[in-house]
């Protein structure tokens, strides 16, 4: 029997990619599409509510879920550690599972790893991320994700230096490290991270090229995953097997 996928934000960029990907997937079928019109007691019947809506929506699809005792995937952007801090006590005494993806490439899970694996090393970080002027967050999920886990990975050595934050020009401090968001247009989604030390520095590029190519072999790993997870999971990283697993 199919796992009947309730999608919120269906019609949307993201939501398009999603839906094509179920379509594609053995034992999955979408139930109902939801659009910026559409009442939440439309997710009723469903066994997996996907979300791919915005910031705003995001908060009241996972409660909803949540209550109704039906597991999350939220690929919507926007969701800090603090957020999420939010929504796990709801989750986890409901019995539930709630899976964020900041971002559903291989490649960037990778790359936000990497980050993370050589944040001890280097005293200096800054995160560079581009997306299509027509992207309503900044920074970026994935730029938050990876900030937050190269925070997490220096808890010995304690925060990364970051000079005259106080400067606007000097971008946003996401857990102690300066992110720098471009929106412009012929972009899809880019991310640099720099790591910087006594006479080198190192550096992580993620760039993405074609969303649908990119984003569908870790939305068909997630599907199951959301489906069968209990509590909270944050992160691709935790969903392929990489030998390195960072805390979510």
């Known amino acids: 029997m199919s796992t009947q996928v309730a999608l919120v934000g269906g019609t949307g960029k993201l939501g398009r990619v999603i839906r094509a990907a179920i379509d594609e997937l053995d034992g999955f079928e979408v139930r109902s599409i939801l659009g910026s019109s559409s009442a939440l007691s439309e997710l009723d019947g469903a066994d997996l509510i996907v979300d791919a809506s ?40 409901a019995g539930t599972g709630a899976l964020f ?12 790893v ?9 005293p200096s970080a800054e995160v560079i991320e581009a997306h299509r002027d027509t992207k309503i967050d900044s920074p970026s999920g994935t730029a938050v994700r990876t900030a937050e886990l190269m925070s997490d990975a220096r808890m010995e050595q304690g925060p990364f230096s970051a000079p005259h934050v106080d400067q606007r020009a000097r971008g946003q401090q996401v ?25 080198e520095s190192l ?18 790993l997630a599907l199951p995953y959301a489906r069968d997870v209990r509590g909270v999971v944050v992160g691709l990283e935790n969903v392929i097997d990489l030998g390195i697993r960072p805390r979510s």
């Open 175 to 199: 857990a102690g490290i300066p992110v720098h968001s471009l929106r412009r247009p012929g972009v899809v989604a880019k991310q640099e991270v720099i790591l910087s030390g006594a006479g």
């Open 54 to 93: 915005t910031p705003a929506v995001s908060v009241d699809v996972v409660r909803t879920a949540t209550e109704s005792g039906v597991n999350v995937l939220v690929g919507t952007s926007g969701w800090s550690q603090e957020r999420i801090a939010l929504v796990r006590p709801l989750v986890e005494n």
């Open 101 to 112: 993806i900041p971002n559903f490439s291989l490649g960037s899970a990778l790359g936000t």
């Open 203 to 220: 550096s992580f590029v993620h760039d993405t090229i074609d969303p649908a190519a990119a984003y569908a072999p870790g939305i068909r």
């Open 114 to 122: 990497l980050a993370a694996v050589a944040a001890p090393f280097f």
